[in-house]
């Protein structure tokens, strides 16, 4: 979770505290930039000697900065960052305290990610919009609507990516920030243009209840609600995966007819009826997966960090999609579990030290095996 409570300052001296410490790791992060080096190091060779994503974001003129750079330029992701020049305006950085249970504590300190300007993105000159234009797919987390300019941009790319066969992509991210509901209201106003959107359970919960704590555990039969509360709010043919941990994720898959669910019998329908007309009428169907215990993660130990394991199973299972599978296919959950496997059982970024690891990468290949060699369309 992260420690919101704390001033900007007293944020600033437990970084501080962290830095000095010689025991501390550190390494690039942010969930974006985690997901595009999971799906680079997913893809394997599929995409080998090929940069097939790139990372947006702003990030300032300094040390911070250039370990970002360094760390995408070894991973071979594309870095399409606004250079924020001013010198009060420092790269965001996180504390992430660790104790020996594996979870986590946030400590953020906000920097120059927060002056991302929309232009940057909508300017069709710029690096970042150039690299939009050839996007198969386009994904945005919560942490990129915090601002007006920011959320300006994101629904700049979601509208580029309607009526396309552009894979616009969303994640919840953070069941802290949709404490607020002013980005909550600025991610139900993308949800229609989403094709896939992911979450965990705290987040699934934390969407449709702001009420609930963020650390707060629910029951399956609440997460199933939550599940679908939201997957009512996406459009016909679109998918939403919400994790649940070491336990399971649920995909749900919105259709525009029964025939076209695999159990019509199970499917839920959602909208009204007009006259005795069907046409707003939407189905949806839930299946869940459970994670299994893969030995080709063994040789990786314990696991000893969970934080990123959400952004490295976006990033397998993107990876996935890109490889032929569908949006709603198992071969795409386990793909995306693969990838957290690997993510928990190392402290900081991983993609860096695994970036030459074929041992550990040959396992991905059958994961992605596609039935097709190209990124199904919408």
């Known amino acids: 979770m992260e420690a919101r409570h704390l001033s900007a ?86 504390a992430i305290l660790v104790p020996e249970s594996g979870d986590r504590c946030i400590v953020a300190v906000r920097g120059a990610y927060r002056h991302l300007n929309s232009k940057f993105v909508t300017d ?26 920011r959320y300006s941009a994101v629904m700049y790319m979601a509208q580029k990516t309607k009526d396309t066969d552009v894979l616009f992509a969303l994640n919840l991210s ?25 979450a965990n359970e705290a987040e699934a919960l934390a969407f449709v209840s702001a009420s609930k704590p963020t ?24 998918t939403l995966a919400v994790t649940r941990g070491s336990k399971s994720t649920i995909v749900a898959s919105v259709k525009a007819s ?19 007309s069907s046409k707003n009428l939407k189905y949806i169907e839930v299946t869940e997966h459970s994670v299994r215990k893969l030995s080709a993660l063994e040789v990786l130990g314990p696991v000893v960090d969970t934080n990123g394991a959400g952004d490295a199973f976006v990033g397998g299972y993107l990876a996935a999609l890109i490889a032929g599978h569908a949006m709603n296919s198992k071969s795409a959950v386990e793909a995306g579990h693969f990838a957290a496997g690997i993510a928990v059982r190392c402290t900081g970024s991983v993609w860096d030290a695994l970036h030459d690891d074929n041992a550990v990468r040959k396992h991905v290949r059958p994961l992605l095996c596609p039935p097709e060699d190209s990124l199904k369309s919408k």
């Open 9 to 94: 300052e007293r944020r600033r001296e437990i970084l501080s505290l962290v830095m000095r410490d010689p025991k501390s790791v550190v390494s690039a992060g942010g969930s974006a930039l985690n997901t595009a080096m999971a799906l680079q190091w997913s893809l394997g060779d599929y995409a080998e000697d090929v940069k097939a994503c790139g990372c947006l974001g702003a990030i300032g003129e300094d040390e911070a900065g250039k370990i970002l750079e360094n760390s995408l330029q070894r991973t071979n992701v594309t870095a399409l960052f606004q250079k924020v020049k001013e010198s009060d305006v420092p790269t965001g950085q996180c």
């Open 124 to 149: 069709s000159k710029s690096k970042a919009n150039r690299a939009l234009q050839k996007a198969k797919i386009v994904y945005c987390t919560s942490f990129l609507v915090t601002t007006p300019p």
């Open 174 to 198: 953070s069941a802290t920030l949709l404490a607020n509901s002013a980005i909550r209201d600025r991610m139900l106003s993308l949800l229609p243009y989403a094709d896939l959107v992911f």
């Open 258 to 276: 029964p025939s076209s669910v695999r159990s019509p019998s199970s499917a839920i329908e959602c909208g009204t009826r007009n006259s005795g």
């Open 215 to 238: 650390e707060y555990h629910a029951s399956a039969p609440e997460v199933l609600d939550a599940v679908e509360s939201i997957a009512k709010r996406l459009q016909p043919g679109s």
